[in-house]
């Protein structure tokens, strides 16, 4: 599968963003999806995941902030950014694997990545 990530931009602190990560190929519902996020500096970091379930998961610094969403018939998972603050601003990565349906917090575990989207948070 081929990943597409696009959305990203900048945005005031307090504001919001929606990612998209759209993916080529067949059987998107049966890959568990993620965004992870990357600051200069720092290791790529989880943020949040739909599994091929639907359930979600999140980092507890994004919770309540940000939304994960999935759309099987269009192939494309969403990241929605809300009350965005500094501590966000990262290169924003989606990623896919299919050996697991369980969530997976490794980007080591993600077997397809996209080409990553700035978000940049200003005050």
């Known amino acids: 599968v081929q990943l597409q990530a696009s959305g990203g931009g900048l945005v005031q602190v307090g504001g919001s963003l929606r990612l998209s990560c759209a993916a080529s190929?067949?059987?998107?519902?049966?890959?568990?999806m993620a965004w992870f996020r990357q600051a200069p500096g720092k290791e790529r970091e989880f943020v949040a995941a739909?599994?091929?379930?639907?359930?979600?998961t999140y980092a507890d610094s994004v919770e309540g902030r940000f939304t994960i969403s999935r759309d099987n018939n269009k192939n494309t998972v969403y990241l929605e950014i809300t009350s965005a603050t500094p501590e966000d601003t990262a290169v924003y990565y989606c990623?896919?694997?299919?050996?697991?349906?369980?969530?997976?917090?490794?980007?080591?575990?993600?077997?397809?990545w996209g080409q990553g989207t700035q978000v940049t948070v200003s005050s």
């Open positions: 990623a896919a694997q299919r050996n697991y349906r369980r969530v997976v917090f490794s980007h080591r575990m993600y077997d397809y």
């Open positions: 739909a599994m091929q379930s639907g359930a979600t």
């Open positions: 190929g067949r059987a998107f519902s049966t890959y568990g």
